[in-house]
């Protein structure tokens, strides 16, 4: 069921990255259309968000055998996703935009889910989804930054190393649970 979900997901994602991705138009000085990258900032600033509440979430609620290393490392990447959030915020202010932290709309903005997941198993298979998604939207983004904008290009490909060591860490932990 979590395959399934997970494919769907990515589908709508890549679609909607493209969307944005057609809008742009090169303007003078600035090579990159700053509209679309604002609007994909906030995007990923609203995605980084979710993954906060979500990793916040499954930090307090992870019990059972092995529940306190998970949870450590729950708390861990719900700090660094907070911490992406913060990078994207101050770049998009830097751009001469606004980051978007308005809770109405915050997760049908983002590109990952809130699943509260159920159970130990469920919650890491589910962050483990969130991180896939950000990887591709990360990568999706940081080809269409290019040359145009290399700050924000730089900014993303950071971001992007630190989600595939999450993804990688989750799957580490599917590992030691013996269910991998
Ligand atoms: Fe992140
Ligand atoms: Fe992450």
């Given at each position: 069921?979590?395959?399934?979900?997970?494919?769907?997901?990515?589908?709508?994602?890549?679609?909607?990255?493209?969307?944005?991705?057609?809008?742009?138009?090169?303007?003078?000085?600035?090579?990159?259309?700053?509209?679309?990258?604002?609007?994909?900032?906030?995007e990923a600033l609203a995605t980084e968000i979710i993954c906060v509440l979500r990793y916040r979430r499954?930090?307090?609620?992870?019990?059972?055998?092995?529940?306190?290393?998970?949870?450590?490392?729950?708390?861990?990447?719900a700090?660094?996703e907070q911490?992406h959030a913060?990078?994207?915020?101050?770049?998009?202010?830097?751009?001469?935009?606004?980051?978007?932290l308005?809770p109405?709309g915050l997760s049908s903005r983002s590109h990952s889910e809130y699943v509260?997941?159920?159970?130990?198993?469920?919650?890491?298979?589910e962050d483990?989804?969130a991180e896939?998604i950000a990887?591709?939207?990360?990568?999706?983004?940081?080809?269409?930054?290019?040359?145009?904008?290399?700050?924000?290009?730089?900014?993303?490909?950071?971001?992007?190393?630190?989600?595939?060591?999450?993804?990688?860490?989750?799957?580490?932990?599917?590992?030691?649970?013996?269910?991998?």
């Amino acid at each position: 069921m979590a395959n399934k979900t997970f494919l769907t997901d990515i589908q709508t994602l890549r679609k909607r990255a493209r969307e944005h991705i057609e809008k742009g138009a090169v303007t003078e000085g600035y090579h990159a259309d700053r509209e679309t990258v604002l609007k994909l900032l906030n995007e990923a600033l609203a995605t980084e968000i979710i993954c906060v509440l979500r990793y916040r979430r499954h930090h307090f609620m992870a019990t059972g055998i092995n529940s306190q290393s998970v949870a450590a490392e729950f708390l861990q990447h719900a700090n660094e996703e907070q911490a992406h959030a913060d990078e994207i915020a101050q770049r998009i202010v830097q751009l001469g935009g606004e980051p978007n932290l308005e809770p109405d709309g915050l997760s049908s903005r983002s590109h990952s889910e809130y699943v509260e997941g159920d159970g130990l198993l469920d919650m890491i298979k589910e962050d483990l989804i969130a991180e896939r998604i950000a990887i591709d939207s990360y990568r999706e983004m940081i080809k269409y930054c290019g040359n145009d904008d290399p700050t924000t290009r730089r900014m993303l490909e950071g971001i992007l190393a630190m989600e595939e060591e999450h993804a990688d860490d989750l799957v580490s932990l599917l590992e030691q649970l013996g269910v991998s």
